[in-house]
C-alpha cells in the first residue's frame, strides 16, 4: 500500500503540505516545509532504524480478518439484491456497497499475499536501507537528538 499521502500544516507559515508515503509513514520525521523551508518535527513518521517498523504492517492476521469481514458484507450486499431482484428492483446503495466491499476484500487479501510472499520485507529492507543511510549523516543525526530522539 504506497498510494497514501501525509498532510500537515507548517508551523511557521501555515501553508499545507502534501506528500506521498507509504501507510505505515516510514521515512524521516524531520520535515522540510516546501513554502518556507523550516524544519520541524513529525513524530507520526518512523525512522525505522530507530523507531522500527510498524508491528501492524506485517501482521497478516489483520489483513485475514479484513478480508473476511468485507467479504461476509459484500455476500449479504449481493444476497439483499438477489432478492430484491427477484422482486422486480434492487437499490443502488447495495450494489455499490456491495462492489465497494468486495474490492475492499480483494485488497486485504492482496496484502496477505505480499506479507505471506515476502514482498513486504522487501519493501522493509528498502525503507531500512534509507534510514540507515539517513542516519550515516551526523548533521542529520545531531538533528535528531535534538528532537529528543536516542541516536
Ligand atoms: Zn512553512
Redesign the pocket.
Known amino acids: 500500500m504506497q498510494l497514501s499521502y501525509a498532510e500537515w500544516v ?1 508551523p ?4 499545507k503540505n502534501r506528500e506521498s508515503c507509504n501507510s505505515w509513514m516510514y521515512g524521516s520525521p524531520i520535515r522540510q ?1 516546501k ?4 524544519e520541524y518535527l513529525d513524530r507520526r513518521f518512523r525512522e525505522v532504524a530507530i523507531d522500527g517498523f510498524d508491528p501492524r504492517a506485517n501482521n497478516a492476521k489483520v489483513y485475514v480478518k479484513g478480508a473476511l469481514l468485507l467479504l461476509a458484507i459484500a455476500l449479504v450486499c449481493g444476497v439483499m439484491i438477489y432478492f430484491q431482484y427477484a422482486k422486480g428492483y434492487y437499490s443502488m446503495k447495495i450494489v455499490v456497497a456491495g462492489v465497494f466491499s468486495a474490492l475492499g476484500a480483494i485488497a486485504c487479501g492482496i496484502n496477505v499475499l505480499r506479507i505471506k510472499l515476502g514482498f513486504q520485507n522487501k519493501d522493509n529492507d528498502k525503507y531500512m536501507a534509507e534510514s540507515k543511510a539517513r542516519l550515516s549523516d551526523p548533521l542529520y543525526v545531531e538533528k535528531l537528538r535534538k528532537y529528543g530522539y536516542k541516536v
Open positions: 507548517c511557521e507559515c501555515k501553508t516545509c513554502a518556507c523551508r523550516a
